[in-house]
């Protein structure tokens, strides 16, 4: 599986150029460019060295990378989103599935300039296996807030910063 690496990374790219708590939090300098131009490379390896991963860990080292490296704690279900896109395609990698891979990658916003910069090949940040836990991931069991503040297009992010002021 690993020729579709390439593939998965340039899709981690145009998912996370459109993910707005991270461009937010690299825009308020709640953390560098670097970091965020890192995360891709990041979470590709961390799908491809766990097998069997669920949505919410998925979601979970989503939040745990943004609370480290730009000090923000994620208060909307965006990283839920952003998994289960992440998830998604990891699994069209994984079947062999090219032809839906890339007509369901042409379905997607188109890769935001914001992002794109040189791409070393390997992540800075050491990947490592995740415990693989078989959980429900029901609302109940994940501290999900559900607060409805947005005008209803799913489209509001709340980004607050951790930092002591």
């Not at 993910?19 to 979470?43: I, K, N």
């Not at 990658?105 to 070393?120: A, G, T, Y």
Request: glycine content about 4%; hydrophobic content about 30%; proline content about 7%.
């Amino acid at each position: 599986m690993e020729h579709t690496k390439p593939f998965f990374l340039s899709v981690t790219q145009r998912i996370f150029s459109n993910w707005t708590a991270l461009r937010l939090a690299v825009e308020h300098d709640m953390g560098p460019l670097e970091s965020a131009v890192q995360f891709c490379p990041y979470m590709t390896e961390v799908l491809y060295m766990n097998d069997g991963l669920t949505n919410g860990q998925i979601a979970e080292e989503l939040e745990n990378y943004m609370e480290e490296e730009f000090n923000t704690e994620m208060e909307d279900e965006s990283s839920v989103q952003v998994a289960a896109e992440l998830l998604r395609f990891y699994q069209y990698c994984m079947e062999g599935n090219e032809p839906t891979a890339k007509a369901e990658l042409d379905k997607l916003p188109p890769l935001q300039s914001w992002l794109v910069s040189e791409q070393p090949s390997q992540p800075s940040r050491p990947t490592r296996p995740l415990p693989v836990q078989h959980e429900s991931s029901s609302d109940e069991d994940m501290d999900v807030d559900n607060n409805e503040d947005g005008d209803g297009d799913g489209e509001w992010t709340v980004v607050t910063s951790r930092r002591n002021r």
